[in-house]
């Protein structure tokens, strides 16, 4: 490690954040101070670090998860970024396969057994078996949270895993039965994420993730004045954050939640934005729901037949 190696690695995830040094300072200490702590001139006091990560969207404890880790570990990790995809790609038994050889990899270090337990639960989520997944979710959580209750994050700090264990927590208590503790949990989540003030890309795309989730529990659970007010969270913190591709799904949600609060009109002006541009990107499986939401609302049942007949032909 170089003597600077903090000073270093502070500069660099500012650049990547696209923060100048008086926007990185501002409310903490002073441009001057950023620059010197970056040259190494000059150490912060735990405080003020503390608050530069935190507005970096990170932590201490991340920067040595981050910077400091063995070959062993990074294989560990690359292996559990292939189970995460096959997971997110709906191929369970070969995430399951690429689990089972990280089962005793994962060891003794926190955040590996951290995100094996998270991605051995999503797996079981995934596969209807959520009742399974709640306990292990809460005991990842405390490996890194021990004197934090999941559903008490609001105001707390998160790494991006802390926030998906949330996330995935949130829709195992769903998909077990238990709506309002889904609903409690994701509430939290959005508070936190909200309150935290970061420019990293994910953090702000699980921040819109987690306001689109919440509103889809409370449309379930026929709350939809409230699941219209989380969506359009949703729709800003998408144009705040230029996340363009999240933004289609985004605006069919809302459109759902205007036709649940009886603005049909609303709803079909979306619907018929947002239809090319989701057949344009290949947006296959939402284009058809928004395209069977606007057919019932213009035509009912002919019209969805008469579609469909004219894309076959």
Known sequence: MSENALGNMIREMRRRANLTQEQLASGICSAV???RIENGAQMPSGKVLNAILSRLGTSTYRICDVHYKSETQLEFE?????????????????????????REQAGENALNR?????????LSVYRGRPEEAIPQLEAAFRLTKPDVEPAAVRGVLLTYREANIIS????????????????????ALVESLEAHDSALK?????????????????????????????????????ILYEEHS?????????????????????CIRILKIILPYMELINKTEPAKLARRLLNKLEGGDNAEQNAERNAKA
């Open 33 to 35: 101070s950023i620059s």
């Open 78 to 102: 690359k292996a559990a970024d292939t189970a995460a995809m096959h997971i997110k790609q709906g191929r369970y038994d070969e995430a399951e396969r690429v689990l089972e050889g990280l």
């Open 114 to 122: 951290q995100y094996f337990m998270l991605l051995e639960a999503s």
């Open 168 to 187: 995935i927590l949130s829709v195992a208590n769903f998909n077990s039965g238990s709506e309002l503790r889904a609903i409690e949990l994701s509430k």
């Open 202 to 238: 994910f953090y702000n795309t699980i921040k819109i993730n987690a306001a689109g989730n919440l509103s889809q529990l409370l449309e379930k659970q026929g709350w939809y004045n409230e699941a219209l007010k989380y969506i359009e969270k949703a729709e800003r913190f998408c």
């Open 246 to 266: 999240l933004l289609p799904e985004i605006l069919y949600f809302k459109a759902k939640a205007l036709h649940n609060t009886g603005n049909d009109a609303e």
